[in-house]
């Protein structure tokens, strides 16, 4: 299984771009000023956010994110300022592909693709994406037509090679959102646990959602490390409700 198989495509000549920036801030970063996962989930969570209301659309339609892949070249420091571009880069029948860059000192340093599903205000049943939507992005998505196929493997057996270690993970107030779930961002927040001794820079991250988690659900966080990658699954219920994955460089400072 490679976890850095995601096709990040660039940005096309025609139609919409948005474009920000921001800086890293005091509650963005770990204690050796690294700017963290779930920081960077947020700020993409973010731009989407941002894009989709300046291009007017309706807000009849709630996305959900069903998948977000990282390609990092480096991440940004305390302080340090970045931009962000954002476009859609693919469409599905009930889904689209969105594509964001950050940009620190005119260096690309995270491709993001991220697969959002359409889903009704209302009921948050799965609906296709409004004419509203295909004005607006049609032109930068072009042909190009993606899959909301999670590619993460299944908890793995205990009796396998690699060890799967497993411990409580207790949910906060602070880590649900409007939709009365654990946003998508806090999920990173047991990852960062896990990466707080380790050093080595990160060169891809991988999160999938199969279902959503809820405050008063019991949830276990499910970990595999290998030589140059660590992963997780939260349970709850007898449930995989999400995966991670994040993979090494393969030396320090590489």
């Known amino acids: 299984m490679d976890v850095a198989e995601t096709t990040f495509v660039e940005l096309p000549s025609n139609g919409r771009r948005y474009e920000s920036s921001a800086r890293v801030r005091l509650a963005d970063v770990t204690a050796r000023g690294r700017f963290r996962l779930d920081a960077l989930a947020r700020v993409l969570q973010d731009l989407s956010a941002d894009d989709t ?12 994110l069903r998948r977000l892949a990282l390609e990092i070249g480096g991440l940004p420091r305390y302080r340090q300022s970045f931009a962000l571009r954002t476009w859609c880069s693919g469409t599905g029948p009930r889904w689209a592909e969105r594509r964001s860059d950050m940009t620190v000192d005119g260096v690309v340093q995270v491709r993001a ?3 959002w599903a359409a889903t009704s205000a209302e009921t948050l049943a799965p609906v296709a994406p409004g004419a509203d939507f295909t004005a607006a992005y049609r032109e930068a998505a072009g042909t190009r037509r993606v899959s909301a196929r999670l590619t993460l493997p299944t908890l793995p057996s205990h009796t396998t090679a690699a060890p799967v270690a497993v411990r409580p993970w207790v949910l906060r107030a602070a880590d649900i959102d409007l939709l009365a779930h654990v ?3 806090s999920y990173w927040s047991s990852i960062e646990e896990s990466l707080v001794d380790d050093v080595r820079p990160i060169r891809h991250a991988v999160i999938e959602f199969r279902d959503g988690v809820m405050l008063d659900e019991a949830v276990d966080v499910h970990e595999v490390r290998t030589a140059d990658t660590l992963m ?16 090494f460089a393969a030396t320090p400072g590489s």
């Open 53 to 64: 209301a300046d291009a007017g659309l309706s807000n009849d339609t709630v996305w959900v």
């Open 113 to 115: 693709a991220a697969i």
């Open 183 to 185: 946003n998508n961002a």
């Open 232 to 247: 997780q699954w939260w349970m709850a219920d007898g449930r995989v409700r999400a995966t991670m994955a994040v993979v």
